[in-house]
């Protein structure tokens, strides 16, 4: 079975300053997904942003990119020019391809901005 | 469009009582899954239909749990009884497998929390 693990539960970042949250995961299948997904307080899930595992290059949104390492297993996220509306808790997933794939998720972190 | 729409968006309760949550998938979405968020075992599926047939309720934790698609449109998640140990935050997602994109993007609706009392 696919496991994620988030093994940071909270981290604090100044505004402006870059920050990076790690993940790993546990998967014996070559073709699968990673996710970043953002919950704020309103409990919104919103993806970040998405790695194909057979692409080598890593993906990048505007201030967030990850460093895809799959022989490692790890997919952390990078956030820059940190900001306010940052704060929130992050969750790592995993999911195979298909549309019948469910998302299995970290435990993920919560991340507060310093002003 | 709208989205994945969820109601109610907070449930309170008490033990023994029947609740029910409710969903509205993305229009033209053919799957449709439920996530239940808890403190100690975080995001986790319950059950997941493909055009309105339940595909895996594998993770439906107990039989006071169910979970009905009677249209393309609408889903229900039931508790019946409701005990305190179910308080969570529930989640819609919807998808639709025949995306231009192959990664099947999940769309989540805003969730409904329930406390059982």
């Not at chain 1, 194909?52 to 895809?68: G, H, L």
């Not at chain 2, 229009?27 to 996530?35: A, C, I, N, P, Q």
């Not at chain 2, 169910?66 to 998640?77: I, V």
Request: proline content about 6%.
């Amino acid at each position: 079975a696919q496991t994620v693990t988030q093994s940071q539960p909270e981290m604090s970042v100044q505004e402006a300053e870059t920050v990076t949250l790690s993940c790993t995961y546990d998967t014996s299948e070559s073709d699968y997904y990673l996710f970043w997904y953002k919950q704020p307080p309103s409990r919104q899930m919103i993806l970040v942003i998405r790695q194909e595992a057979y692409k080598q290059q890593n993906a990048t949104e505007n201030r967030f990119s990850v460093n895809f390492q799959k022989a490692a297993k790890s997919f952390s996220l990078k956030i820059s020019d940190s900001q306010l509306g940052d704060a929130a808790m992050y969750f790592c997933a995993y999911r195979r391809p298909g549309a019948n794939s469910k998302l299995t998720f970290g435990k993920g972190i919560t991340l507060s901005v310093r002003p | 469009d709208a989205g994945v729409i969820q109601s109610p968006r907070h449930e309170v309760t008490e033990m023994g009582q029947e609740v029910t949550l409710r969903c509205k998938p993305i229009s033209g979405h053919d799957y449709l899954f439920w996530y239940r968020q808890t403190m100690m075992r975080g995001l986790e599926l319950l059950i997941y239909f493909n055009n309105n047939v339940p595909i895996d309720d594998s993770g439906m934790p107990e039989d006071r749990f169910s979970a009905k698609m009677p249209n393309a449109s609408f889903s229900t998640l039931k508790i019946q009884p409701s005990e305190p140990r179910d308080s969570a935050v529930y989640f819609c997602a919807s998808s639709l497998s025949r995306a231009l994109s192959s990664y099947n993007e999940q769309f989540f609706g805003p969730g409904t929390r329930l406390t059982v009392l």
